[in-house]
Every structure is written in structure tokens, then in C-alpha cells.
């Protein structure tokens, strides 16, 4: 096989295995991963189910690949920046696009239905990159800092995850709740933000 075929056969396959992913996302979302078949993803995806084995394996295997894929995207807003606080916001800001969106309403039914932990990639790029840098924030901070904010760093990250996901999937509730109709969205994301950071500015020592 020459190499212009090899690369396109490459191509096809990833172009594949990105719609049979994107299909499972619509399903697991609408439906739950109890109620979901490999027979249903291939169906939607428009590939027969042995290609989906072939290319992703089970169902287990194609669960923890959605959700490693949306990690991958939140992550990608800060790959690199050592900033807690920036980081932090430019995942917020990515987690609430569309497709960010659409991965934490998966999380968030996925842990609403009951689903196991052990089923889900047991790996969460994006919280363990905050916990990394607000550790690293700790560790740098004075010891009268952490005497005065003595929280945890990993459950400061774990507390603006869980009121991420919870904006998120309430959204559509607590906006007329709150009365905030017709707050447009760029305020309401500036808000949000502003109260993230402020949970990190108050509870990491070395964070300012």
C-alpha cells in the first residue's frame, strides 16, 4: 500500500471513529448509558456494529472514550499556562461553549442515573490539571497563608467543578428562578467567573 493511501485510509478511520463518538455522546446524553446499545450507536453513526467493536469496543470502552474526548477539549484551553486562576477561567469560558456544555450535561446525567464511577474514564483531565496547579499554588505560599486558608486545594477544585456542572445542567431553571431572563450571556459568563475565581482567591493559599 502506498503512502498517500495509508494516510488516507488514516484519515477515514479517524473521520469514523469522530462520528461514531459524536453519536454516542447524542445518545448517552438523551437516553442514558443503561439504555444505550452498541447497536443503537452504529446505527446512529450510520457504520454497521462490528466497525464500532473494531474501532472502539464495547460499550464501556466507547463511554469512557466520550467522555476522555471531552476532557481533551476543556483541557486544551490552557495546555500549558501555570496560572491557576487563568486556567481555571479559560476552561470555564471553553466548558461553556456548546460542545463543553454538552459534556457536562453527560457527566452530570451520567451521575444523576446512578452510573458507577468505575464505568467512566476514572481520570478527569481537566479537574486533575487544576488540582495540580492549585497544589503547586499552595506549596508556594507562606505558612501564614496556610494557616489563614488552611481548605484543601483538591476539594476547592472539587467545589467549582461540582458549581460548573451544576450551572450547567440547572441552568434553564434557575435563570427565571433568579430572575436573570434577560441577563444576556456574556454577563452571565463574567459572573459565573467571578464567582469561581473568587472561591479559589479565598480558599488556595498563595492564590491573590
Known amino acids: 500500500m502506498s503512502d498517500e493511501c495509508e494516510r488516507k485510509g488514516r484519515l477515514g478511520r479517524e473521520a469514523t471513529t469522530a462520528a461514531i463518538l459524536e453519536a454516542a455522546r447524542e445518545l448517552f446524553s438523551e437516553r442514558g448509558y443503561a439504555a444505550v446499545t452498541v447497536r443503537a450507536i452504529a446505527e446512529r453513526a450510520g457504520v454497521t456494529h462490528a466497525l464500532v467493536h473494531q474501532y472502539l469496543g464495547s460499550k464501556t470502552e466507547i463511554f469512557r ?21 487563568e486556567s481555571a477561567s479559560r476552561m ?11 459534556h457536562a450535561r453527560l457527566l452530570v446525567g451520567s451521575a444523576l442515573g446512578g452510573l458507577p464511577y468505575d464505568r467512566t474514564a476514572g481520570r478527569f483531565a481537566a479537574i486533575e490539571r487544576l ?6 499554588q499552595a506549596g508556594s505560599a507562606s505558612e501564614a497563608e496556610r494557616a489563614e486558608r488552611d481548605l484543601d486545594p483538591r476539594l476547592g477544585v472539587a467545589c467549582v467543578g461540582t458549581l460548573f456542572l451544576g450551572w450547567v445542567a440547572g441552568e434553564h431553571w434557575m435563570r427565571p428562578a433568579a430572575g436573570l431572563q434577560r441577563m444576556d450571556e456574556a454577563e452571565l459568563v463574567d459572573g459565573l467567573e467571578r464567582v469561581i475565581l473568587s472561591i479559589l482567591k479565598d480558599h488556595v493559599p498563595g492564590v491573590d
Open 65 to 85: 472514550a466520550v467522555l476522555k474526548r471531552g476532557e481533551r477539549v476543556l483541557v486544551s484551553a490552557a495546555p500549558d499556562n501555570p496560572d491557576l486562576l
Open 92 to 102: 470555564l469560558r471553553q466548558g461553556l461553549e456548546q460542545s463543553g456544555r454538552a
Open 131 to 136: 488540582i495540580e496547579l492549585a497544589e503547586r
